[in-house]
């Protein structure tokens, strides 16, 4: 990874992604594009909508991008509510990603998600290979998109990876239209209100992950040894599983007159109860190291520190 094109980067992902990518690599090496403009930014930026293909290729060759990063998609909750918005935005998009990265040359990663699981997987401790039928739109792209992946490897060498990422919490860009995004917004609530109205019922355990965890990931798995690799393109990956309930009880540890109730989305709680209770990361271990420094109370902590400091 010396030139490095990412996508959606004004998104939850994409906004921190940029930042540690331009930390480590150079701002100037770190082309940020997404669909809105950009604002100030620490680099290069451009505004790209990746169903346009064309755009896409040209920015990627005139930036000389070795590497393609593509994070622009619709998540679960929204893609439910305009499917064929999202079928032809998360599909269109990555068929794009794939070819310019075909065209070009370039190495590419995609996140898949816990969301490519369905309510016939296994529940606890989700094997890495398993049965995956999941009743979502969302859940139909990501494992569409994982399947793409490997052709684009298997058929034409390019050299494609990417993990299936949980509930991502982060106090730097909030998530949005997402299943798992009660896990960010308790947080915002929990200071600004000392009280939250969780719209996931309580007892439905999802898995979750910080963000700086998750950015390592990235990072470890594009500069893992190809060799090693097995799985390349959907490795599940985690760091914590916990319910609504679990992840109260770690903020009143700081806050003791948090409280919380409950007003169950039927949509968001239907996708919820379609996904595992927890995955099993081992084989992201085995085969790259994959590693996590985040339990449930060290990123309760670190979010309250870094919301306070950011809402004040
Ligand atoms: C969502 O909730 O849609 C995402 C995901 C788990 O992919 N955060």
């Given at each position: 990874m010396e030139r490095i094109m990412i996508t959606g980067a004004l998104g939850q992902i994409g906004s921190e992604l940029t930042e540690k990518l331009r930390g480590i690599y150079g701002a100037d090496n770190v082309l940020a594009t997404d669909i809105r403009n950009g604002g100030e930014q620490s680099g290069p930026f451009s505004v790209l909508d990746v169903t346009n293909a064309q755009k896409m290729h040209d920015l990627a060759k005139d930036f000389g991008a070795d590497t393609m990063m593509h994070m622009a998609a619709l998540l679960s909750a929204t893609a439910e509510e305009k499917p064929l918005l999202a079928w032809n935005l998360n599909m269109g998009g990555l068929v794009n990603a794939l070819e310019a990265s075909r065209e070009l040359g370039m190495q590419f990663f995609t996140p898949s998600s816990?969301?490519?699981?369905?309510?016939?997987?296994?529940?606890?401790?989700?094997?890495?290979d398993t049965l995956q039928r999941p009743t979502t739109m969302y859940g139909v792209n990501k494992v569409a998109g994982e399947l793409l992946c490997d052709y684009y490897f298997q058929k034409f060498g390019i050299d494609t990876r990417g993990v299936r990422f949980p509930g991502l919490v982060s106090y730097v860009a909030q998530p949005g239209?997402?299943?798992?995004d009660y896990a960010v917004d308790i947080y915002y609530k929990a200071i600004e209100e000392q009280r939250y109205t969780s719209y996931i019922a309580e007892g439905t355990y999802m898995d979750m992950m910080y963000m700086p965890d998750a950015l390592q990931a990235i990072v470890d798995l594009m500069e893992a040894?190809?060799?090693?690799?097995?799985?390349?393109?959907a490795f599940n990956v985690t760091a914590m599983s916990f319910e609504p309930e679990q992840i109260a009880a770690s903020i009143r540890k700081h806050i003791p007159e948090f409280q919380m109730s409950y007003d169950v989305d039927p949509v968001r709680q239907a996708i919820a109860d379609s996904w595992p209770d927890s995955i099993d990361a081992s084989a992201a271990k085995n085969e790259w190291g994959f590693k996590t420094q985040y339990d449930l109370d060290a990123m309760t902590s670190d979010m309250l520190v870094k919301l306070k400091k950011k809402l004040m």
């Amino acid at each position: 990874m010396e030139r490095i094109m990412i996508t959606g980067a004004l998104g939850q992902i994409g906004s921190e992604l940029t930042e540690k990518l331009r930390g480590i690599y150079g701002a100037d090496n770190v082309l940020a594009t997404d669909i809105r403009n950009g604002g100030e930014q620490s680099g290069p930026f451009s505004v790209l909508d990746v169903t346009n293909a064309q755009k896409m290729h040209d920015l990627a060759k005139d930036f000389g991008a070795d590497t393609m990063m593509h994070m622009a998609a619709l998540l679960s909750a929204t893609a439910e509510e305009k499917p064929l918005l999202a079928w032809n935005l998360n599909m269109g998009g990555l068929v794009n990603a794939l070819e310019a990265s075909r065209e070009l040359g370039m190495q590419f990663f995609t996140p898949s998600s816990i969301g490519a699981f369905g309510p016939s997987t296994p529940k606890k401790n989700t094997p890495q290979d398993t049965l995956q039928r999941p009743t979502t739109m969302y859940g139909v792209n990501k494992v569409a998109g994982e399947l793409l992946c490997d052709y684009y490897f298997q058929k034409f060498g390019i050299d494609t990876r990417g993990v299936r990422f949980p509930g991502l919490v982060s106090y730097v860009a909030q998530p949005g239209g997402g299943t798992t995004d009660y896990a960010v917004d308790i947080y915002y609530k929990a200071i600004e209100e000392q009280r939250y109205t969780s719209y996931i019922a309580e007892g439905t355990y999802m898995d979750m992950m910080y963000m700086p965890d998750a950015l390592q990931a990235i990072v470890d798995l594009m500069e893992a040894d190809p060799a090693k690799l097995i799985h390349r393109n959907a490795f599940n990956v985690t760091a914590m599983s916990f319910e609504p309930e679990q992840i109260a009880a770690s903020i009143r540890k700081h806050i003791p007159e948090f409280q919380m109730s409950y007003d169950v989305d039927p949509v968001r709680q239907a996708i919820a109860d379609s996904w595992p209770d927890s995955i099993d990361a081992s084989a992201a271990k085995n085969e790259w190291g994959f590693k996590t420094q985040y339990d449930l109370d060290a990123m309760t902590s670190d979010m309250l520190v870094k919301l306070k400091k950011k809402l004040m």
